[in-house]
């Protein structure tokens, strides 16, 4: 069957320029002689029309030019549809977290070339209270500066690192209770990272053991600690130095636990907040957390 790509491109993701990207697809697909469209995101989120000409028009494949919250947005929609589609990305948002787990190009023609003549394979996804997240989500300050950094009007990293900065100051623990089927406990902590891919983006490995395809979540729960310990903390577990851990042990022994579940239920006590993929949404009192086994097919090396 002959292939028909669909590129949805986000006119404001990241800082990049969005025209020569999309001039980089059409002489791609004009050299490669491809059946294809260009398309602008939706900025409310709302993805009926793409489903109904993925069916309508039998698309095999669609291509983000975006970042998480992109991949989110779309592959969500298309997931919930139960349709099967080849999905590919070119990273061009703020973090690219799932691009660069999966070892996909940054550069425009490397990842078009990847896309048109690479494989498919299905990956894991996972869902928050029935809510779609397909890298990496959390409770506590990184969802904080989430919160911030979406209302700024420049969405690099500069501007996301500068956010951490100014709210690492002034962050403070909160109060959680974590259920791993019968086993449970309390745990004041800074943040928890929900993690299928192993970063936050732009390289910043939160979950350094992370599989795209393994069927589990890596959790990390970075506790309460003396402020001044927590950056060594935090670069020890970003250079893989911290072990996959076994939680009826450690739990007290641990500034950062670090361990792998299909699902995890988390009592948000103190009301953290809360971001998915990296975009603020509300919080709840409750999150239950579940493994989507092979949710989706992407093109990976």
């Known amino acids: 069957m002959k292939r028909k790509f669909i590129f949805l491109i986000n006119p404001i993701s990241g800082n990049g320029k969005k025209d020569f990207i999309t001039q980089e697809i059409k002489d791609f697909c004009a050299s490669e002689k491809l059946s294809y469209e260009i398309l602008p995101t939706n900025a409310s989120g709302n993805y009926d029309f793409l489903i109904e000409k993925i069916r309508s028009e039998r698309i095999s494949d669609i291509v983000l030019a975006g970042g998480d919250g992109t991949v989110n947005q779309v592959v969500g929609s298309i997931v919930k549809a139960d349709l099967i589609v080849n999905v590919g990305i070119i990273p061009c948002g703020s973090g690219n977290g799932l691009a660069f787990t999966a070892g996909i190009p940054k550069k425009t ?64 623990p909160y109060q959680f209770e974590v259920k791993l089927g019968d086993h449970s406990f309390f745990t004041e902590a800074f943040f928890i990272s929900i993690a299928n891919s192993n970063q936050f983006g732009n390289h910043i490995k939160i979950a350094p053991h992370a599989s795209l395809s393994d069927g589990l979540l890596d959790i990390v729960i970075v506790q309460k600690m003396n402020k001044a310990k927590l950056p060594f903390a935090i670069l020890k577990q970003i250079r893989g130095n911290n072990r996959l851990q076994n939680l009826v042990d450690e739990v007290s022994k641990n500034n950062i636990l670090y361990f792998q579940s299909p699902t995890i239920t988390i009592h948000n006590l103190k009301f953290a907040p809360l971001h998915i993929d990296g975009e603020p949404v509300e919080s709840e009192d409750v999150i239950q957390v579940n493994i989507l086994k092979r949710s989706f097919r992407l093109f990976i090396p």
Do not use: P
């Open 109 to 172: 023609k490397k990842a078009l070339e990847l896309i048109l003549h690479g494989e498919a394979k299905y990956i894991d996804a996972f869902e928050l209270n029935g809510r779609f997240s397909c890298m990496l989500s959390g409770l506590g300050f990184d969802a904080k500066v989430a919160h911030v950094f979406a209302r700024k009007a420049y969405r690099g990293l500069l501007s996301y690192t500068q956010q951490s900065l100014l709210h690492f100051f002034k962050a403070q």
